[in-house]
């Protein structure tokens, strides 16, 4: 039994020898980053909230260790399943970190900040551009930023889930680490930064006057949305990240026409969060440089890597190339 023991835990030790030295950045950055969040909240004081974000953030970091034990540790060898594994272990909690918010900034019962945030705007602009926006409280301007606002959501499934199964090679991990990048330090923001933005702290004289987009919008928020995230902007830092990124590979075909599709809905999507009121001028200016260090980091990180896998690097490349069926 002694032995057997023995054998088990010298077993263990060396796939977690394997997958440390196969470990790439994203994966470091995925770690650090759900660790981050599960100590972060077993530090809170105890309430409903805490004990359901407790188990959330657990459960998305178990995750990712175990899918990156699996396919860095190499317990997995077919590259297909190992491809596979490894790209839904590090997606998958990273996407779900989302809805732990909702549980998580509550329970760290932190002081929020939106007074601060206000007074930025002020000492940038005079006001706040929610405030500016009342005088075009029109049905139909309401409706047309509400579906751009909205349509955030469908921006993020299709310029990420396709290329995670079909893309390869640099597009495909500039694409990645950058979305991990905003992921990751926008989520940590939101714990250091809290606020709930001009809609609950601002008095208007009219409620917006929109319909059926609109009324999409305020059910999302209501029911999935974390309510204290909102430094940085996060609906402005992907979309001009993915209209960044499509820009920077305009030569391609896929991108030549998609590029200028992505600007204008990035224009919109930032005049929205304004509008809608749901963001102050700051977040918006925080979510555009989140956007542009992601870009950066993104580039930076693929040239560093680049030899991965590569005659004279025996580690796993950081994004294995998925098989054809």
Same mark, same amino acid.
């Given at each position: =039994?002694?032995?057997?023991?023995?054998?088990?835990?010298?077993?263990?030790? !060396?796939?977690?020898?394997?997958?440390?030295? #196969?470990?790439?950045?994203?994966?470091?950055?995925?770690?650090?980053?759900?660790?981050?969040?599960?100590?972060?909240?077993?530090?809170?004081?105890?309430?409903?909230?805490? &004990?359901?974000?407790?188990?959330?953030?657990?459960?998305?970091?178990?995750?990712?260790?175990?899918?990156?034990?699996?396919?860095?540790?190499?317990?997995?060898? *077919?590259?297909?399943?190992?491809?596979?594994?490894?790209?839904?272990?590090?997606? %998958? *909690? =990273?996407?779900?970190?989302?809805?732990?918010?909702?549980?998580?900034?509550?329970?760290?019962?932190?002081?929020? =900040?939106?007074? @601060?945030?206000?007074?930025?705007?002020?000492?940038?602009?005079?006001?706040?551009?929610?405030?500016?926006?009342?005088?075009?409280?029109?049905?139909?301007?309401?409706?047309?930023?509400?579906?751009?606002?909205?349509?955030?959501?469908?921006?993020?499934?299709?310029?990420? %889930?396709?290329?995670?199964?079909? @893309?390869?090679?640099?597009?495909?991990?500039?694409? =990645?680490?950058?979305?991990?990048?905003?992921?990751?330090?926008?989520?940590?923001?939101?714990? &250091?930064?809290? !606020?709930?933005?001009?809609?609950?702290?601002? /008095?208007?004289?009219?409620?917006? /006057?929109?319909?059926?987009?609109?009324?999409?919008?305020?059910?999302?928020?209501?029911?999935?949305?974390?309510?204290?995230?909102?430094?940085?902007?996060? /609906?402005?830092?992907?979309?001009?990240?993915?209209? #960044?990124?499509?820009?920077?590979?305009?030569?391609?075909?896929?991108?030549?026409?998609?590029?200028?599709?992505?600007?204008?809905?990035?224009? #919109?999507?930032?005049?929205?969060?304004?509008?809608?009121?749901?963001?102050?001028?700051?977040?918006?200016?925080?979510?555009?440089?989140?956007?542009?260090?992601?870009?950066?980091?993104?580039?930076?990180?693929? /040239?560093?890597?680049?030899?991965?896998?590569?005659?004279?690097?025996?580690?796993?490349?950081?994004?294995?190339?998925?098989?054809?069926?």
């Amino acid at each position: =039994m002694l032995e057997l023991t023995r054998s088990v835990a010298e077993r263990a030790k !060396g796939v977690a020898s394997v997958a440390a030295h #196969n470990l790439a950045t994203q994966d470091v950055i995925a770690l650090a980053f759900h660790g981050y969040l599960f100590t972060r909240v077993l530090l809170a004081p105890d309430s409903p909230d805490a &004990a359901l974000a407790r188990s959330a953030s657990f459960t998305l970091l178990m995750a990712t260790v175990f899918a990156l034990l699996l396919t860095r540790g190499e317990l997995i060898q *077919p590259q297909r399943a190992r491809v596979l594994t490894y790209r839904l272990g590090l997606f %998958v *909690p =990273m996407a779900l970190s989302y809805f732990e918010m909702r549980f998580l900034l509550p329970a760290l019962q932190l002081e929020l =900040m939106d007074y @601060q945030l206000y007074a930025v705007d002020r000492a940038l602009l005079g006001t706040t551009p929610a405030a500016w926006f009342t005088a075009w409280n029109h049905p139909g301007l309401v409706e047309w930023l509400s579906f751009f606002y909205y349509s955030h959501f469908a921006v993020l499934i299709v310029m990420l %889930v396709p290329s995670l199964f079909l @893309q390869r090679g640099r597009r495909l991990q500039e694409l =990645m680490v950058g979305a991990l990048v905003i992921v990751a330090a926008g989520h940590v923001l939101y714990t &250091a930064i809290p !606020g709930m933005g001009p809609f609950s702290t601002l /008095h208007f004289e009219e409620p917006l /006057h929109g319909g059926y987009w609109w009324r999409q919008v305020q059910i999302t928020v209501a029911t999935a949305g974390a309510k204290l995230d909102i430094f940085p902007s996060l /609906h402005t830092a992907f979309p001009v990240y993915f209209a #960044n990124y499509a820009f920077a590979y305009r030569s391609d075909k896929a991108f030549r026409w998609a590029w200028p599709v992505l600007a204008f809905i990035a224009v #919109n999507i930032v005049f929205a969060t304004m509008f809608l009121r749901w963001h102050w001028f700051i977040d918006v200016v925080a979510g555009i440089v989140l956007a542009v260090v992601a870009r950066r980091v993104s580039v930076w990180v693929t /040239h560093r890597e680049r030899h991965r896998g590569g005659l004279y690097d025996e580690r796993q490349p950081s994004w294995e190339s998925l098989p054809r069926a």
